[in-house]
């Protein structure tokens, strides 16, 4: 069973930086793409960023020239570093990974983490 868990959140003055790590474990062979999106009470679920594993990236207009998203594929890790934080950055972040493949050939659509708390207050 293929597993995502965040790490990095916290709460941090508007103008400051996060850094967001998420972990895929389990036997797998590859993932095809891997995203963070955020929800804030009340709202939908929305993308933040996403990054394929030729390390082509797709970005929110919200989050574009502030945010930027990593991967290492060896690691099954992917990061979002979040610079010159906004009060609406505020949002449960969540990590996501799109079409994974184990080792035993099992395919998944998509496979969601927890999610980790952004809090952006002065």
């Known amino acids: 069973q293929v597993q995502l868990v965040e790490s990095g959140g916290g709460l941090v003055q508007p103008g400051g930086s996060l850094r967001l790590s998420c972990v895929a474990s389990?036997?797998?062979?590859?993932?095809?793409?891997m995203g963070w999106y955020r929800q804030a009470p009340g709202k939908q679920r929305e993308l933040v960023a996403s990054?394929?594993?030729?390390?082509?990236?797709d970005y929110a207009d919200s989050g574009k020239d502030r945010f930027t998203i990593s991967r290492d594929n060896a690691k099954n890790t992917v990061y979002l570093q979040m610079n010159s934080l906004k009060p609406e950055d505020t949002a449960v972040y969540y990590c996501n990974a799109h079409s994974v493949v184990t080792m035993t050939m099992e395919h998944t659509d998509y496979i969601w983490g927890q999610g980790t708390q952004v809090t952006v207050s002065s």
């Open positions: 389990g036997s797998i062979y590859s993932i095809y793409a």
């Open positions: 990054i394929t594993s030729g390390h082509v990236t």
